[in-house]
Nanobody, 121 residues
């Protein structure tokens, strides 16, 4: 079994920072893409940032220059450093990992349960 768990959410004021973490555990051979998504109330879930196994990154335009995604392969962990937070960043943040469990080249996606980020004065 594989589990993916986010942490680090909370309530902050506009302009402040937060760092989210997402850890995968269980039977893991390798992880390709690591992604952060977010879903605000009444809205669809959107991709915020992604990082490949070769550390190539991609960001939604709304967070470019403010958010940074990174990964630690030895720890099966992805991070999202969020700076200069705005009220419109308020959402539940989810991570999604694409994981290969054995030497067999079969990949599956795994989602975390989400962590709430609220930006409000």
């Amino acid at each position: 079994q594989v589990q993916v768990v986010e942490s680090g959410g909370g309530l902050v004021q506009p302009g402040e920072s937060l760092r989210l973490s997402c850890v995968a555990s269980g039977t893991i051979f390798s992880i390709s893409a690591m992604e952060w998504h977010r879903q605000a109330p009444g809205k669809q879930r959107d991709l915020v940032a992604s990082i490949t196994s070769s550390n190539s990154t991609n960001y939604d335009d709304s967070v470019k220059g403010r958010f940074t995604i990174s990964r630690d392969n030895a720890k099966n962990t992805a991070y999202l450093q969020m700076n200069s937070l705005k009220p419109e960043d308020t959402a539940v943040y989810y991570c999604r990992f694409v994981i290969r469990k054995t030497w067999v080249p079969q990949w599956n996606q795994y989602w975390g349960q989400g962590t709430q980020v609220t930006v409000s004065s």
